[in-house]
Nanobody, 124 residues
Framework: QVHLVESGGGLVQAGGSLRLSCAAS????????MGWFRQAPGKERQFVAG????????YYADSRKGRFTISRDNAKNTVYLQMNSLNPEDTAVYYC?????????????????WGQGTQVTVSS
């Protein structure tokens, strides 16, 4: 059974940083493209960042480029999201997800497995 477990969320002031982690089990981690999404109340789930199987390629939503960094450690079956210069608009539940194909990685439908999410709240 596949499990993706996010951690590292919390409450932070505007301008602060957080590092999210997502630990995977029950799948061959290095065979999956990994992504981070977020969902704010009343809004659709939106793509944040994605990383290829080996970690050699990374992809970001334009508004997060430069502030967020995705990385992975295949030896630890873990993907990370470093978030800097956070602002209140970044407040959302953040989800990690695994895709066996990686095609159209910016769409939630491309992903086979999802974590339960971790809350990030940025205060002004």
């Amino acid at each position: 059974q596949v499990h993706l477990v996010e951690s590292g969320g919390g409450l932070v002031q505007a301008g602060g940083s957080l590092r999210l982690s997502c630990a995977a089990s029950g799948l061959t981690f290095s065979s999956y493209f990994m992504g981070w999404f977020r969902q704010a109340p009343g809004k659709e789930r939106q793509f944040v960042a994605g990383i290829s199987w080996s970690g050699g390629s990374t992809y970001y939503a334009d508004s997060r480029k430069g502030r967020f960094t995705i990385s992975r450690d295949n030896a630890k079956n873990t993907v990370y999201l470093q978030m800097n210069s956070l602002n209140p608009e970044d407040t959302a539940v953040y989800y990690c997800a695994a895709s066996s194909g990686g095609v159209r990685y910016y769409e939630p439908s491309a992903y086979n497995y999802w974590g339960q999410g971790t809350q990030v709240t940025v205060s002004s």
